[in-house]
């Protein structure tokens, strides 16, 4: 009786693929891919509709991945890949440029810090001199689905197909424009693309020097915000620069005495001696009221005794 050829190692679903032959090297060969649904150690909100994948070819593109689970296994709909070796462009801030200063108008701003511009600002870099991206040997690659129901039936469908014994031949059926060709291509393309054309590079440079200022503006925000601000320890710090101005240093002084006016709210009438302070402002506060009541009577009686009936 044959035995059932192993589709299970530490968790992972295996699944073979079959590398096609090229000119280099004729024969063909099995790579076998290592499947299991993505349990991160921190849980985002893709995990449970996301699988995990280890050992994928080193020129795997998302095109490779997408043709797999959606044409070769007839399963679930993916809705992004991230790779191990590629960095994933977070949603950038928008710069303060005229065409979104209207559309911030009617919403509330969101304060943004130095880090945040700062993050954009390690984001924004030149155009790449390569048109596809290859991977070292063994790296992992995370697959998010449409749902989670879209994950299950491609992991059970990976499972099948290896259970199964089914032949899937890696890239079979892309069509050639989808993917950027290997070879001499690569390199005849890489040559091309390290002079790119003028008004991309003019624009990732003007991105980023428009990060870069801005980067700088609210750094030297924050350091003027904290000259004169006593820390935790009660040590100010020194900072070296121009002076502010008088209209700045009213800002700056407005914001300190509201900031100490927060930290003595609830605590009036803490120690004894302020109730009785408190007590005597309101006794000579009565006193004056009265005596100016007094003398604004005795001004009322001198004038109606100037005044003679006719």
Known sequence: ??????????????????????????????????????????????????????????????????????TQLSAGRVERITFEDVPVKKPGLATATEPNLSHRANKKRKRITADDLQSTLDEITPPSTWDRALHKSGAHAIVVFADKPSMESSLKAAAKAARKNTNLIWGDGIPLDRIPPLGVQRYISHERRRYPERSALLRSVNDFMTVFEQVSEARKKEESKKAGVPDEDGFVTVVNGPKLNSVAREEEMRELVERQKKKEEGLEDFYRFQSREKRKERQQLLLRRFDEDRRKLADIKMRRGKIRPE
């Open 1 to 70: 009786m044959k035995k059932a050829a192993t589709i299970e190692v530490a968790g992972y679903t295996t699944l073979p693929l079959q590398l096609p032959p090229t000119s280099i090297y004729p024969t063909p060969a099995t790579h076998y891919l290592y499947i299991r649904p993505h349990e991160p150690r921190i849980p985002d909100p893709d995990s449970t509709r996301s699988l995990f994948i280890v050992n994928t070819p080193i020129d795997t593109t998302e095109v490779h991945l997408r043709h797999l689970f959606s």
